[in-house]
């Protein structure tokens, strides 16, 4: 086994970092033709190696969750909580550890990476609880003589894709309501990303979760999920990552008429009303902005400012994010990483390019600060407009749009003029306003006045293209569950009714 020095020597417990794919409760390098560097996107210097399994032991990853799942769903429901809570306990007592392995991986700042820890670490608790409240139904009987109700039973084997930008977090929201719920999953985690899920399944293995109910494979991206999203057996398929392959995945999936959902891109409006400090305002979508860099589907994508305040928002925006310090996710005081790869640079360069070429002005952003080939340092534009590449797609980039609005007709429709639905924030402390643009955003969450909107007890998700579904809250264990109607019937009368 190849070990990095650079990994292991930075984690109090270097058994976190692990270059095999987890099946069956063992450690595998599969019969790995192919192994597949990974890379830290801050410094370019390869972190480790990771097998890519062949698809004969993917179907084994499939055998051992069907093996698993009748151990998995025949256990109270309080002794699955307990393993689970092991699990939670077990990521906090290494969220130190998890959170360098992701900072490496990912690029992220260190403060962000022990958020992520800690904000991923809560679904898995918070799920342990709901799952003993996933209670069925009795309803009032329209039969004579009968009894009706509804049993609510795991939906069986359920797959899990997940994206680099959040790696741990869009694992556990996913597997801590599935393996709550009943469910063995198997994580196909991004490339770019695995050793947080890889970490993920040393900790599940500690907290006794049982050989077969958490796996993570690795491999070529289309070959694996195309296997998970044809098997008969795997029930459920759960994904996050852009609509691109969203749409593809949904596609692979109608042959097994399997539950799908969908957490795909965003291409949030930020709408800034006239009554607002413009201050208050813009240093909140600085940071709606440029968390992760803005490589996060809920970063504000296009800033909708009413005409009034415009100005004075930008000077304030434009002085804020010269503030922003950009460099290694490990050194201290610094607010945004890398960007995950070249092409990520590229393709935020090349928005940059489009929005001027059709005439935006660009405020602030000098590439030739950059601290490396994969940074890049935030930029501000104004004057952006519905036919800029900014505008319809999400940039996923430090890359921020300003737009001037009239009124609110005209931001409502501006904000919804995308094939996305996501989240929208909404600035103003004018409640009719608010009232308005809560009813007509044409989005799956909106935030009023508050950056921060996400956790485990709320339903995420989006509507149009931005997905399926809805992860946390109490919906979200309903996406691993399948409601069984029952009728006894020929029960006789009960005297008296
Ligand atoms: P992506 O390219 O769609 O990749 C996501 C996952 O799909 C990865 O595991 C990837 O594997 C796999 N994949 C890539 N190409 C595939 C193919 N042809 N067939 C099957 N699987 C394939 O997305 P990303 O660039 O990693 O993530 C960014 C996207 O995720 C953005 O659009 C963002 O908005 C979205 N996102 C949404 C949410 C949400 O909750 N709605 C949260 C976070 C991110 P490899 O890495 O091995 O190629």
Redesign the pocket.
């Known amino acids: 086994m190849k070990v990095s020095k650079t990994v292991t020597q930075r984690l109090e417990d270097p058994r976190l970092f692990r270059q095999y794919a987890y099946v069956d409760g063992r450690w595998t390098h599969g019969d790995a033709g192919r192994e597949e560097a990974v890379t830290d996107p801050a410094t370019g210097e390869v972190l480790g190696h990771i097998p890519w399994l062949e698809a004969d032991q993917i179907h084994s990853a499939v055998d051992a969750a069907d093996r698993a799942y009748v151990q998995w769903r025949a256990l109270r429901v309080d002794e699955r909580a307990e393993r689970l809570l092991a699990w939670y306990d077990l990521i906090q007592a290494h969220r130190e550890d998890l959170a360098i392995l992701m900072s490496l991986e990912q690029g992220k700042p260190l403060p962000d990476a022990r958020g992520e820890v800690e904000y991923g670490a809560s679904f898995i608790k918070w799920f342990a609880e709901q799952a003993k409240r996933t209670f069925g139904e009795t309803i009032p009987s329209h039969i004579p003589n009968a009894a009706l109700g509804t049993l609510k039973e795991p939906i069986g084997i359920a797959a899990l894709?997940?994206?680099?930008?959040?790696p741990l977090a869009?694992i556990t929201r996913k597997a801590g309501a599935a393996m709550a719920a009943g469910c063995p999953v198997i994580v196909?985690?991004?490339?770019?990303t695995p050793f947080s899920a890889l970490a993920l399944a040393e900790l599940a293995e500690r907290a006794s979760i049982p050989a077969g109910v958490f796996n993570v494979v690795l491999g070529?991206?289309?070959e694996?999920?195309?296997i998970l999203c044809k098997e008969e057996r795997v029930k459920a398929l759960s994904?996050?990552?852009?609509?691109?392959?969203?749409r593809?995945?949904l596609e692979q999936c109608a042959g097994t008429v399997k539950r799908v959902s969908l957490?795909?891109?965003?291409n949030a409006p930020f709408i800034v009303g006239p009554d607002m400090d413009p201050r208050e305002a813009a240093l909140s979508a600085v940071s709606a902005k440029f968390q992760t860099a803005g490589?996060?589907?809920l970063a504000a994508n296009r800033i909708l400012v009413h005409e009034s305040i415009h100005d004075a928002f930008v000077e304030h925006f434009a002085e804020r994010m010269a503030a922003l310090t950009v460099g290694n996710g490990l050194h201290s005081e610094v607010d945004l990483g890398p960007l995950?790869h070249a092409q990520a640079v590229e393709k935020a360069s090349s928005i940059v390019d489009d929005a001027i070429s059709q005439g935006a002005t660009l405020v602030a952003g000098d590439q030739s600060a950059a601290p490396g080939p994969n940074f890049f340092m935030p930029v501000l534009l104004t004057g952006v407009t519905r036919e800029m590449q900014i505008w319809r797609e999400?940039n996923?980039a430090p890359v921020a749009g300003i737009t001037a609005y009239r009124d609110d007709d005209e931001a409502i429709a501006m904000a919804n003029d995308t094939e996305y639905g996501?989240a929208a924030y909404v600035y103003t402390h004018d409640i009719r306003r608010i009232w308005k643009l809560l009813r007509a955003l044409e989005f799956g969450m909106v935030s009023v006045n508050s950056v921060k909107m996400t956790g485990p007890p709320v339903p995420?998700?989006?509507v149009k293209q931005?997905?399926l579904g809805r992860?946390g809250g109490v919906s979200g264990i309903d996406e691993y569950l399948e409601t069984k109607y029952y009728c006894l019937g020929a029960l006789g009368s009960v005297s008296g009714s």
């Open positions: 894709i997940t994206p680099w930008n959040f869009m196909k985690p991004a490339g770019e070529e991206a289309a694996v999920s195309s994904f996050t990552g852009s609509t691109r392959v969203g593809l995945l957490e795909l891109g965003g490589q996060d589907c995950i999400e996923f996501l995420f998700g989006g931005s997905g992860e």
